[in-house]
């Protein structure tokens, strides 16, 4: 066997999995640690038990178990097998398995019988599968099997956290490629403007200008793959083959073998980053970018984003050109922007949709487990919820029995649901929304696609023949499993799966959605969809403000109440409407976040009536009258020396409506009602008998006048202030006093204005008093004005006529 780098370090990797029965391997790409690892260990004895390899991906699954069988001269379902969804050979030593695998092992046996150790190949990828596998398998270890070896692999990851996570696991690393790569940047930025196919068809032209050998492209995504062939122009001698995850494994294996001539020019997805050795390849084009699925728990809905890659991703790309000899790797950025590139990809933990984690937690009976990167509380939250609405847990977030039978089913949570509940008829759609849109191009409606997969279908849009027939052999094996079927509509079928996206129509002309969750969403207003009252929505670009439906089955009201009769109900509702300003309450027949019937609630509570408008005057503000905030001006005046006095400002008021305001509501349901509202009566009642006799006494609301009228007092500037007509204060010989302090008096003429601002009222009779006087006489002359105001009576009428 051709000598690899990884050779040199598997003595000590044994030694150690020998001593401490765990390690971290470290080996940069094309070291040969797939395919050597399992192997050594199988030669050094280590372990009478199985070893189980896990990988990423299935075509990694199954080359590496190929390569495995080859390295001992035997063919697979020997020594060496492997398992997956769909497809397996059983090996009787060695066992190359897809990640999810390792997980329905441990739950069904946690103590694992029969296998010796397990492999967890290209850890760094994070995978959501690879971080719940690994907890799981350490759990096990230290509960049940303290002799279970376990060792993970990986060529870029950060070694130290996770040998810390494996009980301080030895760390063993092996230095250096298979050959040396050179790394080619772009001199300048790609021009804005320019579509990312485009340049990168143009940097595989100049690539294979300048290079021997194969090439192998990265860009983010099939259409991506698809776009960047058609604008390709080769030499005759090379072949272009697309290699990504949806291509059926023939077409995968044309990609990955060597060419019987010429040269070959694989354009892959990320799936050719690891565990994969493509004949042939000695350079490789590096389009910077990955595509990666964010799930929004305030949706629930994740949707797919490209991202520039890691630079640990571009390591392990660019390595690919080294497997088999020296390579060259261009890369579509700048030398400068490379430091830019963050460090390591997201793990999947920290950005996937967690409903499966969660249900295989509840399997186990705990959420405590030793995860490298624990799960976000919100999106594991937002999982349990939905698992809840599934019936898969109870309301105090146990596994209920329909749950352990969800989790044995290889599906996502939701179809996994609906295939229980719905039986056999529900496989074919099961099988399409757990594939891609086999339908490209055509409207959103979903019953296109199921009839595209029965072969019914002549409509618009291209059908992926490729996706067709994975779903229909997928339909098939699930359909062997499932009950007996229950007659219920597609749309119905749909609807267990997604209780929580069955959208109602808004009012208006365009098709926006709301949806029982309580997120928005929009169709394409030329879709056929576009007029129908209820849809039951599958799937969407998962925008958390108003997503776009990509697909969607029209539901009747009659099939959403034999679905969820048992979730529908009438519900009574007092709230304020900022629109109408005013209570509106309603009696509304409503599904989660829908109204499928709407009426008055003549007859609603006063108290609830009430409340309801508390919530107008939060928005509408206090609007206290003249009297109203005088009153407020005197509490809080002493309040400044004793604070048992309640706090009226207006935080305090706006805090404790309920409290001061609620009980005097009764009639006020508007915000015109508000205005005219008399908020001075709840002030008062806010204080008791002892504390209204002390403000009363200590800053009193009201001046007498020597006629015995009350005059309010004003407390809002520097001194306490009245104002009153001149006429009234005749015969008034002191300074007026509240509460032993001088009031600021402001005389006003017999129209009202003011004459004379004062603080000594004796002062103004024996002074200005005459210039006043003098003037006013003119202006007013059948009202009095004596040369001796304090003489005379004090009056507010007008002279009699003689």
């Known amino acids: 066997m051709q000598r690899l780098p990884i050779d040199d370090c598997l003595p000590e990797l044994i030694a150690a999995l020998r001593a401490e029965g765990r390690a971290v391997l470290q080996a940069p790409p094309g070291a040969g640690k797939t395919t050597r690892v399992p192997l050594a260990m199988l030669e050094a004895g280590l372990t009478k038990g199985r070893i189980v390899m896990l990988e990423p991906r299935r075509l990694a699954t199954r080359a590496a178990a190929e390569r495995l069988a080859e390295g001992l001269g035997e063919r697979p379902g020997e020594t060496v097998g492997y398992r997956m969804r769909g497809a397996n050979a059983p090996g009787k030593r060695i066992e190359v398995v897809t990640e999810g695998i390792l997980t329905r092992m441990i739950q069904s046996d946690p103590d694992l019988p029969g296998i010796g150790a397990v492999i967890f190949d290209e850890f760094h990828e994070r995978s959501l599968n690879a971080d719940l596998g690994l907890a799981l398998a350490l759990e096990a270890r230290a509960a049940l099997r303290p002799d279970l070896m376990l060792l993970a692999m990986s060529a870029t990851l950060d070694a130290g956290p996770v040998a810390d996570l494996m009980d301080n696991a030895p760390v063993i690393t092996s230095e250096g490629r298979s050959y040396p790569v050179e790394t080619r940047f772009l001199d300048a930025p790609v021009a804005k403007g320019i579509r990312l196919e485009t340049a990168t068809a143009r940097l595989i032209e100049k690539a294979t200008s300048e290079t021997e050998g194969g090439v192998l492209v990265f860009l983010p995504g099939e259409g991506e793959i698809r776009r960047t062939a058609a604008q390709l122009s080769m030499p005759g001698d090379c072949q272009v083959r697309p290699l990504y995850g949806a291509l059926p494994f023939a077409k995968q294996r044309a990609a990955i073998a060597p060419t019987v001539s010429g040269r070959k020019v694989v354009l892959a997805t990320s799936i050719a980053e690891t565990s994969l ?26 949707r797919l984003v490209t991202e520039p890659v890691s630079r640990a991703e571009a390591t392990q790309r660019a390595g690919r050109a080294g497997r088999v000899a020296e390579g060259v790797c261009y890369k579509l950025w700048t030398k400068g922007a490379d430091g830019a590139l963050p460090a390591f990809a997201p793990p999947e933990i920290e950005a996937a949709d967690l409903a499966g984690l969660a249900l295989e937690l509840a399997v186990w009976g705990s959420a405590d487990l030793p995860f490298l990167t624990p799960p976000p509380e919100a999106a594991l939250d ?13 309301s105090e977030d146990r596994v209920t029995p329909h749950g352990r039978e969800l989790a044995r089913t290889p599906l996502h949570p939701r179809l996994a649901h609906m295939l229980q509940v719905a039986g056999k008829d529900a496989a074919p759609l099961a099988a399409l929304l757990a594939e891609r849109d086999i339908l490209r191009g055509a409207p959103a409606d979903l019953s296109l696609r199921l ?13 992926n023949l490729p996706a067709r027939d994975r779903a229909r052999a997928e339909a098939k094996r699930l359909a062997k499993g499932a009950a007996q079927a229950t007659q219920l509509s597609p749309a119905q079928m749909a609807a267990l799966a997604y209780p929580d996206r069955v959208g109602m129509r808004r009012a208006g002309d365009a098709p926006r959605y709301v949806l029982s ?35 969607a089955l029209p539901l009747t009201e009659a099939e959403l109440r034999e679905v ?33 019937d709407d009426r008055r609630w003549p007859d609603a509570p006063p108290e609830a009536v009430a409340r309801a408008m508390l919530e107008g005057i939060r928005e509408l503000g206090l609007h206290l009258s003249p009297a109203a905030e005088r009153f407020r001006t005197r509490v809080m005046l002493l309040r400044a020396q004793d604070d048992s006095l309640p706090d009226m400002s207006d935080a ?10 609620l009980p005097h509501l009764a009639d006020v349901r508007s915000a015109g009602d508000w205005k005219a509202f008399d908020k001075l009566p709840a002030l008062q009642a806010m204080l008791d008998w002892p504390q209204r006799s002390r403000l009363d006494s200590e800053v009193p609301g009201h001046f007498t006048t020597p006629l015995g009228r009350k005059v309010p007092i004003d407390y809002s500037g520097a001194a306490p202030e009245i104002s009153l007509r001149l006429q009234e204060m005749f015969g008034q010989t002191t300074h007026p006093q509240v509460a032993g302090r001088p009031l600021r008096v402001t005389l006003l003429s017999p129209a009202g204005r003011p004459v004379q601002t004062t603080m000594d009222l004796p002062g103004f009779w024996a002074s200005s008093y005459a210039d006043v006087r003098k003037d006013m006489r003119g202006r007013y002359p059948k009202h009095p004005w004596p040369e001796d105001p304090t003489q005379a009576d004090p009056t507010l009428r007008a002279k009699r006529k003689r």
Not at 518 to 537: F, I, M
Not at 579 to 595: F, P, W
């Open 277 to 302: 050795t493509i004949e042939d390849i000695r350079v490789v084009v590096d389009a910077g970018r990955a595509r990666r699925a964010r799930f929004d728990p305030g949706s629930g809905m994740s």
């Open 451 to 463: 009839a595209a997969l029965k072969g019914r279908y002549d409509g618009p849009g291209e059908v």
């Open 517 to 551: 969750g309580g997120k928005g969403a929009v169709l394409d207003t030329e879709d056929p969809l576009a007029g129908q009252r209820l849809l039951v929505v599958t799937d969407t670009d998962g925008n958390p403000r108003e997503a776009r439906i990509r697909a």
């Open 564 to 596: 969820y009769g048992d979730r529908i109900a009438w519900q009574e509702s007092c709230s304020w409407s900022r629109r109408d300003g005013r209570v509106q309450t309603r009696r509304q027949e409503v599904y989660g976040a829908l109204v499928l």
């Open 652 to 661: 305090a008021l706006l805090a404790g409506l309920d409290n001061w305001l």
């Open 382 to 394: 937002e999982a349990k919820a939905l698992l809840r609405s599934l019936g898969a847990l109870d």
